[in-house]
T-cell receptor, first 110, second 117 residues
Framework: DAKTTQPNSMESNEEEPVHLPCNHS???????IHWYRQLPSQGPEYVIH???SNVNNRMASLAIAEDRKSSTLILHRATLRDAAVYYC???????????FGKGTKLSVKP | GAVVSQHPSWVICKSGTSVKIECRSL??????MFWYRQFPKQSLMLMAT?????????EQGVEKDKFLINHASLTLSTLTVTSAHPEDSSFYIC?????????????FGPGTRLLVL
């Protein structure tokens, strides 16, 4: 399965934008880039996903590099509730299995 | 987004007993369901993938006779931990996705915390 590389942790101030990077240099042409986040003692929550084009939804934006070897999750205005572990995952294969890495632990300071 | 529930949310059992965890998709039909396990301060580890009406596909290193998975309907999958031991204590999370294809979004349940004494 293709792997991703993310920083272990990041800090942000409340109400400021946050850019969470992800490298996936071995991505294949059919792999979708998914982002999930997990709060303590909860199941992961879907954030956004994309294939080639940048994507926006009510939670976040996903910027995908032209060569697809990296992507950035953008939270436009961080809130305290956005403090979580963010996982960047490549989903592929016949079942679209999600293989979780270690993710980035985002801390948000008031 | 779609809702996935798990029951129970936590369970304590004695060593040697079996525990069943249910995973339900509440507002969509889940062609495929996944079971994960997460130990403290670690990431989620995929245990198995199940398709409705078919036998589950287990990841390498996961004992299929110990972790029995049944996906009898499009809205329900169960994980039974047989003869549980303290090392099976973990946070078990299921996810489900619909019939759109491999790119379809997975929706996760809230997790079940198992403690084996």
């Amino acid at each position: 399965d293709a792997k991703t590389t993310q920083p272990n942790s990041m800090e942000s101030n409340e109400e400021e934008p946050v850019h969470l990077p992800c490298n996936h240099s071995t991505i294949s042409g059919t792999d979708y880039i998914h982002w999930y986040r997990q709060l303590p003692s909860q199941g992961p929550e879907y954030v956004i996903h994309g294939l080639t084009s940048n994507v926006n939804n009510r939670m976040a934006s996903l910027a995908i590099a032209e060569d697809r070897k990296s992507s950035t999750l953008i939270l436009h205005r961080a809130t305290l509730r956005d403090a979580a572990v963010y996982y960047c995952i490549l989903a592929g294969g016949s079942q679209g299995n999600l293989i979780f890495g270690k993710g980035t632990k985002l801390s948000v300071k008031p | 987004g779609a809702v996935v529930s798990q029951h129970p949310s936590w369970v304590i059992c004695k060593s040697g007993t079996s525990v069943k965890i249910e995973c339900r998709s509440l507002d969509f039909q889940a062609t495929t369901m996944f079971w994960y396990r997460q130990f403290p301060k670690q990431s989620l580890m995929l245990m198995a993938t199940s398709n409705e009406g078919s036998k589950a596909t287990y990841e390498q290193g996961v004992e299929k006779d110990k972790f029995l998975i049944n996906h009898a309907s499009l809205t329900l999958s169960t994980l039974t931990v047989t003869s549980a031991h303290p090392e099976d204590s973990s946070f078990y999370i299921c996810s489900a996705k619909g019939q759109g294809g491999f790119w379809e979004t997975q929706y996760f349940g809230p997790g079940t915390r198992l403690l084996v004494l």
